[in-house]
């Protein structure tokens, strides 16, 4: 059964640091890997898939890595700003529809 | 247009009501989910409607029941529920409902049973 982990729960940083969440999967046989940002009480917003065959994808400030054989994805956010709090999900697609959801980060950017 | 809709975005119900849930999508996806989200915890999904039949439910109590009329289109009938069915309910869609496939969220109905 697919597990998805993500360290760390929570992390506070002040405005203008580089800063990387991480996810770890159990089986690597997947699909995609995506990232997803949740403000308080609202719906998902996806940021970033990386397909399986890829290492990278890269938006803006953000930098997201794969490294199938080793079960584990970095989220990078460069130069964070107060605007990028909220909670970042990361997500993974094996065999089937179904998304397979970590806990989430909780990311607080001080002013 | 890349957006999913939901309606309402808040709903407050009685145990004995029944009520339901609305979402939609025009992007053309041929699959549609319902995920429901406790507080602080990640969305578990409940059903898959993949080209407007059933395809997946995780075991969900017989009070919610999907039906999802046309393509675009995804209800949760609510009947019955208790106070612990209060929490986010999250609708999907994606282009095929196969793997891999992008899914895109709406913004939720927050749901509160007293």
């Known amino acids: 059964k697919q597990e998805v982990t993500q360290i760390p729960a929570a992390l506070s940083v002040p405005e203008g640091e580089n800063l990387v969440l991480n996810c770890s999967f159990t089986d690597s046989a997947i699909y995609n890997l995506q990232w997803f940002r949740q403000d308080p009480g609202k719906g998902l917003t996806s940021l970033l898939l990386?397909?399986?065959?890829?290492r990278e994808q890269t938006s803006g400030r953000l930098n997201a890595s794969l490294d199938k054989s080793s079960g584990r994805s970095t989220l990078y956010i460069a130069a964070s700003q107060p605007g990028d709090s909220a909670t970042y999900l990361c997500a993974v697609q094996g065999g089937s529809e179904k998304l397979v959801f970590g806990k989430g980060t909780k990311l607080t950017v001080n002013p | 247009d890349t957006e999913v809709t939901q309606t309402p975005k808040h709903l407050v119900m009685g145990m004995t009501n029944k009520k339901s849930l609305k979402c939609e999508q025009h992007?053309?996806?041929?699959?549609m989910y319902w995920y429901k989200q406790k507080a602080k915890k990640p969305p578990e999904l409940m059903f898959v409607y993949s080209y407007e039949k059933l395809s997946i439910n995780e075991s969900v109590p017989s009070r919610f029941s999907p039906e999802c009329p046309n393509s675009s289109l995804l209800n949760l009938h609510l009947h019955a529920l208790q106070p612990e069915d209060s929490a986010l309910y999250l609708c999907a869609s994606s282009q095929e409902g196969r793997a891999p496939d992008t899914q895109y969220f709406g913004p939720g109905t927050r749901l509160t049973v007293l």
């Open positions: 990386i397909q399986s065959s890829q």
């Open positions: 992007m053309g996806h041929r699959a």
